[in-house]
């Protein structure tokens, strides 16, 4: 416990508003913990808690919050604007499409293993063993395109 008692008792007070607007929103999505810190904002900013953010000296941290928050929201905006107008391939989709054609051409390398045409594949490389290897490294890659740890 604090000794200074004005200080504990402006953080007990302020702790209300921060239990009531989420105490995680580090793992809410970005319109949810937007939404949640505006909230906060507003709640930190009542006249009531004025007197507290003052005891604990934390109205310019109070400020800082809001205008980085501010700041993101206008990031994201503009990222949004530039997505909507951009029609370039995302690494997701551009990985998914690899995946598909590795899987083509490794159905094709493993068709003409299969009938020895021509020799040289046979010669060149296990089919079996890089296909297995491929596969693998394609069960690896999450939905997002993130690598994931082999099951």
């Not at 105490?23 to 808690?49: F, H, Q, R, W």
């Amino acid at each position: 416990m604090s000794q200074n008692e004005p200080y504990r008792l402006a953080c007990e007070a302020l702790w209300v508003e921060f239990e009531k607007n989420g105490l995680t929103l580090y793992t809410a999505n970005y319109g949810e913990e937007t939404a949640a810190i505006d909230s906060l904002v507003n709640d930190l900013s009542k006249p009531e808690n004025q007197a507290q953010l003052a005891t604990i000296n934390a109205q310019e941290w109070k400020d800082e919050l809001e205008r980085d928050n501010q700041a993101f929201v206008e990031a994201i905006r503009k990222c949004s604007a530039v997505r909507s107008a951009d029609d370039t391939v995302t690494d997701l989709e551009a990985l998914k499409e690899l995946q598909t054609a590795v899987e083509l051409l490794l159905n094709v390398l493993n068709t003409l293993h299969a009938m020895n045409e021509p020799v040289v594949i046979a010669e060149a490389a296990d089919i079996s063993e890089a296909t297995t290897s491929a596969k693998q490294s394609t069960n690896n890659i999450s939905d997002y395109g993130e690598v994931v740890a082999p099951s």
